[in-house]
């Protein structure tokens, strides 16, 4: 069993930046590859980025990869997500995902564990 735990989500204003954060435990943290995907009001929850389980690779949905950076700390069983120029479409909460088996993810049924959210909230 892996437990996540995302922190990091608050108010900020249109242009500004936030830093997510994800703590895992449960499990040898490298073994894992880390997903953050979000959900906004209304909305399906979709994918944001995914690192793979030594850091190596990384990927983004097509509307955050100039502006949003995921990296992790395997020696502190952390992973984060750097948001730049944040815009009031951005609001939404935000989900941090651990998938135990091979290969990096898109899609939330190919994660097996799944933080409780974090907040995050853009204002014009």
């Known amino acids: 069993q892996v437990h996540l735990v995302e922190s990091g989500g608050g108010l900020v204003q249109a242009g500004g930046s936030l830093k997510l954060s994800c703590a895992a435990s449960?499990?040898?943290?490298?073994?894992?590859?880390m997903g953050w995907f979000r959900q906004a009001p209304g909305k399906e929850r979709e994918f944001v980025a995914v690192i793979s389980k030594s850091g190596g690779y990384t990927t983004y949905g097509d509307s955050w990869k100039d502006r949003f950076t995921i990296s992790r700390d395997n020696a502190k069983n952390t992973v984060y997500l750097q948001m730049n120029s944040l815009k009031p479409e951005d609001t939404a909460v935000y989900y941090c995902?651990?998938?135990?088996?091979?290969?990096?993810?898109?899609?939330?049924?190919?994660?097996?564990?799944w933080g409780q959210g974090t907040q995050v909230t853009v204002s014009s």
């Open positions: 449960g499990r040898t943290f490298s073994s894992l590859t």
């Open positions: 995902a651990a998938r135990v088996g091979l290969g990096v993810a898109y899609t939330q049924r190919s994660y097996d564990y």
